[in-house]
């Protein structure tokens, strides 16, 4: 099982794309039609047109990552498909990584207990 960081932020690239890309191919779809910028930390998810493959692509500080995976049974819930990118939660990332349903996932915010006075 795949747990991101909770600090981290997550961005689904809705449209489909080629692939046989590889990371550099995919870091210029982030930086030429996303316009966003793929060295910064944020973990850029991508689909295939078949929905039983994903691949993450993100910068840990010191090179380029890229990470597969494909379901040997069924598919990846899949946001709809059109151009642009939409925001995943860490938690959302890792239920869509496990082949769950991710649009079930919410965040919830703790608020801490204050030190009694």
Do not use: N
């Amino acid at each position: 099982m795949i747990v991101p960081p909770t600090s981290v932020r997550v961005f689904i690239a809705t449209k489909p794309v080629d692939f046989r890309k590889g990371m550099d191919g995919l870091a210029a779809i982030i930086e030429g039609e996303l316009k966003l910028e793929p060295f910064s930390g944020v973990i850029y998810v991508f689909r295939a047109k078949r929905a039983d493959r994903v691949k993450l692509l993100f910068w840990d500080g010191t090179g380029i990552c890229l990470l597969a995976k494909r379901l040997e049974g069924g598919t990846f819930r899949w946001p709809k498909v059109e151009d642009g990118v939409m925001r995943l939660s860490p938690a959302q990332l890792s239920a869509l990584l496990e082949g769950l349903d991710w649009s079930r996932v919410h965040a919830q915010r703790v608020v801490r207990p204050t030190a009694a006075q």
